[in-house]
């Protein structure tokens, strides 16, 4: 049972402004919304954390509507660097009972010149 | 501070054999978590342990295992090698165990690519 749904990919230019919105209607009381970046051959790398409202760091912002069943990861202006695999983060209830953070299927977002 | 390390970072197999890989977690992190990775089914979770336990365990067979040191270092074992055990697999540590509702950030290492042929 997916806990978090994402766009499969997204293609952009750059200079443009790229949002990307996942779902998690199940997202319980206390958990957090993380985003992840992944590059080829690589491990993910930490982006940006939010709990509600509005998050904003160096390198992107985390909108969460007051429902908190979705939020979107915002790059400002998208370069050739940024083409990547894009994941969301919730807690997902595991086989143990307790809630650990699961990967959902990851957005791949195509920055063209 | 040293990130996580994975050892080996390639690995070739062939079927019916076993393979154990190691992780060594961000110095002062008690919990290492492993992931496998394919093209088809993207990131999955194995298992986290914290302090030499292991917390949770994903939908994984039992040929897929795991044990915590008391350093913190974290081996994974595969044992029956099947052609679809191909993957990449990534640990992450933190410095708390993992849940949904705390702040706490996954540091990944590169990874062990296993090719079982």
């Known amino acids: 049972l997916a806990k978090t749904t994402q766009p499969i990919s997204m293609d952009s230019y750059e200079g443009q402004e790229v949002n990307i919105t996942c779902s998690h209607n199940?997202?319980?009381?206390?958990?957090?919304i993380t985003w992840y970046q992944q590059f080829p051959s690589q491990g993910p790398r930490f982006i940006i954390q939010g709990y509600k409202t509005k998050v904003t760091n160096e390198v992107a912002s985390l909108f969460i509507p007051a429902d908190r069943k979705s939020s979107t990861l915002s790059l400002p202006r998208v370069s050739l660097s940024d083409t990547a695999v894009y994941y969301c983060?919730?807690?997902?209830?595991?086989?143990?009972?307790?809630?650990?953070?699961?990967f959902g299927s990851g957005t791949r977002l195509q920055v063209q010149p | 501070k040293a990130g996580v390390t994975q050892t080996p970072r390639y690995l070739i197999k062939t079927r019916g054999q076993q393979v154990t890989l190691s992780c060594s977690p961000i110095?002062?992190?008690?919990?290492v978590s492993w992931y496998q990775q394919t093209p088809g089914q993207g990131l999955q979770f194995l298992f986290e342990y914290f302090s030499e336990t292991q917390r949770n365990k994903g939908n994984f067979p039992g040929r897929f295992s795991g044990r915590q040191f008391s350093n913190s270092r974290s081996e994974m074992n595969v044992s029956t090698l099947e052609l679809g055990d191909s993957a990449l697999y990534l640990c992450?540590?933190?410095?708390?165990?993992?849940?949904?509702?705390?702040?706490?950030?996954?540091?990944f290492g590169p990874g062990t690519r296993l090719l079982v042929l």
């Open positions: 983060l919730v807690g997902a209830r595991m086989d143990t009972g307790r809630r650990a953070l699961t």
């Open positions: 110095s002062g992190h008690r919990s």
């Open positions: 199940n997202i319980a009381t206390n958990d957090y």
């Open positions: 992450a540590s933190s410095f708390l165990p993992l849940t949904g509702e705390d702040r706490e950030t996954q540091y």
